[in-house]
């Protein structure tokens, strides 16, 4: 067996031919014993060469040597399939980890991974031959859930062949009611870690894209769950006792009821701090309505034909802001900021406004943006989706009502001209981030495309010098879970977009600012001794742990709230610290916060036309009302967040 051995790892280094699947069958076929010994030897040969691979060479013969184990499997009767589709999945799923875990070591990375991903659908082959009958699939997924019991490899390995989840065994018991009378068990043992253990498996299995119960089996689970949770409850101290696990079984109820738990949490959540979730018919039926008239009939707004790109994430669909940029004659660059207009669509004292402007800013909870009307998945808006997300989104090829912010720039980032315009504009491109820094470092085919954003990478540059913004405040942002925008890097196309939009608030509140006008400025304001303290403790854990230590550290005081270094606020004066700005005021999120549609209002009022000095008295009365119910909201809004984030947690 040692020279099998031998001469196999010997192939696998290139230094020999294969032991032929002749003889390998030969000798597997002597007993027993000998069969699952060369099963062993091929996969043990096969984890020693992947500890040590760095990517130079393909695994061909790696995948030759698992085609081998399929032809002994299948030519002898005596191999434990159990062990092959165990010993499959633990190699599966020391595939899926390898690309990160030596990510280092390999000399070409793109060509390693396409290798280890091609070795893991031989062995996805390898599997389906291993468990063809229903009572193996049970057996496969039965030991690894009450024998090997690791819940990665288990969440792994079902994700891999989804359908494992739903196999029953030879009494035609489901898998997850075996793995609930396991949970229900263990609680009544009082066997925490067992516990622990069956009830993440649960979830997962709950959570699998492929799990389904029958009818017969969805009443044989809940009659099961409800029998013990009447018996949890038989009593105010056994109640007490077993609180978490009633929860934990009315969850699953709910989920084998098709029942939306987290909608249902959200929406508690939310009334538990007075934030509004859903809409009146009335403001679906306003955002239906809020079209954009045919050409030529809005005298009051120029219709422009500017080359203008969106940068967001890719998965976007509330798109608010577009971006131009042009070279002059002069040398100087054209940036024209693009931003979705709300109250160019209904007039800021409608109904539908006054909705959102007492929502405050949307909440993103993340991850997936509700698709259509009431089917809300983790987020509450502030405007209705068809308005937000269709009407009124930027979205590509479609003209659209906006206002447009032109700067011109010259070399040094001095503004020479500017102009605040109502516009119609349409955008070309629908680009993300990643899509973004790809055209920056290999260009397109698209010509208008590839001069757009070489300007864009231009004027960035120039307000980097241009904005000095606090590398302290920059790296709490980053690190902190900012549940109502995007926290963007500034490297890339994240710095194209930062860049351009601190500029434009900042311009805009200088509009105000210098003519004496009211706005709801954002203001920032941090005391010098708190940021000594921080910055010492900064760099002795630089020096003592190295620089990895300091996200952690950024988090925490990202998340200390006014403790340590506090978010900003609204007030109708005051300078942004952390930015470096004395003035500065949000106006790019027209679609996602109330501020932004305050300082549009105020623009209506102070740019677009020449206010009185009534007009000036009831708009500073608005705004300096405005900045007390946004700043009085934000504390509900992140206690919101906080108890979110904790049941969250406790879902998992």
């Given at each position: 067996m040692k020279s099998i051995e031998k001469s196999?790892?010997?192939?696998?280094?290139?230094?020999?031919?294969?032991?032929?699947?002749?003889?390998?069958?030969?000798?597997?076929?002597?007993?027993?014993?000998?069969?699952?010994?060369?099963?062993?030897?091929l996969f043990s040969v096969i984890n020693d060469y992947l500890d040590y691979y760095t990517g130079s060479s393909d695994l061909s013969k790696v995948r030759d040597l698992l085609k081998c184990v399929s032809t002994v499997m299948l030519s002898n009767d005596l191999v434990d399939r159990g062990i092959v589709v165990r010993k499959i999945s633990k190699l599966n799923y020391k595939l899926d980890h390898?690309?990160?875990?030596h990510k280092k070591r390999f000399i070409d990375y793109d060509t390693a991974i396409s290798e280890l991903q091609k070795t893991m659908e031989t062995l996805d082959i390898l599997m389906e031959t291993s468990v063809n009958t229903e009572n193996e699939q049970y057996e496969l997924i039965n030991v690894m859930a009450n024998v090997i019991k690791n819940l990665q490899l288990f969440e792994f390995t079902s994700n891999?062949?989804?359908?494992?989840?739903?196999?029953?065994?030879?009494?035609?018991?489901?898998?997850?009611?075996?793995?609930?009378?396991?949970?229900?068990?263990?609680?009544?043992?009082?066997?925490?870690?067992?516990?622990?253990?069956?009830?993440?498996?649960?979830?997962?299995?709950?959570?699998?894209?492929?799990?389904?119960?029958?009818?017969?089996?969805?009443?044989?689970?809940?009659?099961?769950?409800?029998?013990?949770?009447?018996?949890?409850?038989?009593?105010?101290?056994s109640k007490k006792q077993h609180f978490n696990h009633i929860e934990f079984l009315y969850t699953m109820?709910?989920?084998?009821?098709?029942?939306?738990?987290?909608?249902?949490?959200?929406?508690?959540?939310?009334?538990?701090?007075?934030?509004?979730?859903?809409?009146?018919?009335?403001?679906?039926e306003m955002a239906r309505l809020a079209k954009i008239p045919m050409e030529g009939v809005m005298t009051d707004r120029e219709e422009i034909d500017d080359f203008i790109i969106t940068i967001d994430k890719d998965?976007?669909?509330?798109?608010?802001?577009?971006?131009?940029?042009?070279?002059?004659?002069?040398?100087?660059?054209?940036?024209?900021?693009?931003?979705?207009?709300?109250?160019a669509y209904f007039p800021y004292e409608s109904e539908i406004i006054q909705e959102a402007l007492s929502r405050n800013e949307s909440l993103f909870l993340p991850y997936k943006y509700q698709e259509k009307e009431d089917d809300f998945t983790r987020i509450i808006p502030?405007?209705?989706?068809?308005?937000?997300?269709?009407?009124?989104?930027?979205?590509?090829?479609?003209?659209?009502?906006?206002?447009?912010y032109y700067f011109e720039l010259d070399s040094q980032g001095n503004i020479i001209n500017e102009e605040f315009k109502k516009t119609i504009i349409t955008s070309s491109y629908k680009a993300s981030y990643e899509f973004i820094d790809y055209v920056i470092k290999n260009g397109s085919k698209d010509k208008n495309l590839d001069t757009l954003v070489k300007?864009?990478?231009?004027?960035?540059?120039?307000?980097?010098?241009?904005?000095?913004?606090s590398q302290l405040y920059e790296q709490i942002k980053q690190n902190s879970d900012d549940f109502s925008t995007n926290v963007v890097k500034n490297v890339g196309s994240q710095n194209i977009v930062n860049k351009t939009m601190l500029l434009t608030g900042n311009r805009v509140a200088e509009f105000f600012y210098n003519n004496n006008y009211p706005c709801i400025y954002r203001v920032h304001e941090v005391n010098e001794s708190d940021i000594i303290r921080i910055e010492a403790l900064l760099d002795n854990l630089t020096r003592t742990y190295g620089k990895n230590s300091n996200d952690e550290i950024y988090k925490i005081i990202a998340q200390s709230g006014n403790g340590i270094y506090p978010s900003g606020w609204y007030a109708m004066e005051g300078a942004h610290y952390?930015?470096?700005?004395?003035?500065?005021?949000?106006?790019?999120?027209?679609?996602?916060?109330?501020?932004?549609?305050?300082?549009?209002?105020?623009?209506?009022?102070?740019?677009?036309?020449?206010?009185?000095?009534?007009?000036?008295?009831?708009?500073?009365?608005?705004?300096?009302?405005?900045?007390?119910?946004?700043?009085?909201?934000?504390?509900?809004?992140?206690w919101f967040v906080k108890d979110y984030k904790v049941n969250a947690k406790r879902r998992r």
């Open positions: 196999l790892t010997s192939f696998l280094k290139g230094n020999s031919p294969r032991v032929s699947e002749e003889d390998l069958c030969l000798y597997a076929s002597k007993s027993e014993k000998h069969a699952n010994e060369t099963i062993d030897i390898i690309g990160e875990e891999r062949i989804p359908n494992l989840v739903n196999a029953k065994d030879n009494d035609k018991n489901c898998l997850f009611k075996n793995i609930l009378i396991n949970y229900l068990d263990s609680v009544m043992k009082t066997d925490e870690e067992d516990v622990y253990y069956y009830s993440n498996l649960l979830s997962i299995i709950m959570n699998n894209r492929d799990f389904k119960l029958s009818v017969d089996d969805k009443k044989e689970c809940l009659n099961l769950i409800y029998q013990y949770i009447n018996k949890f409850s038989c009593s105010k101290k109820v709910d989920s084998i009821k098709g029942e939306n738990k987290e909608k249902k949490e959200i929406t508690e959540l939310a009334k538990k701090y007075n934030i509004r979730v859903g809409f009146d018919p009335e403001f679906y998965s976007a669909v509330e798109i608010d802001d577009g971006l131009s940029c042009k070279r002059l004659s002069n040398g100087n660059y054209l940036l024209g900021v693009h931003i979705a207009s709300p109250l502030i405007f209705p989706y068809q308005f937000s997300a269709k009407n009124a989104s930027l979205t590509p090829n479609k003209r659209r009502l906006a206002r447009s300007n864009l990478v231009k004027v960035t540059k120039i307000l980097d010098n241009k904005y000095q913004v952390g930015l470096g700005l004395n003035h500065y005021c949000r106006c790019t999120s027209t679609l996602r916060r109330s501020a932004d549609i305050v300082v549009e209002h105020a623009l209506e009022v102070c740019y677009d036309n020449t206010p009185t000095e009534e007009e000036l008295k009831k708009l500073k009365l608005e705004i300096d009302e405005r900045c007390n119910l946004i700043n009085s909201k934000q504390e509900s809004t992140n």
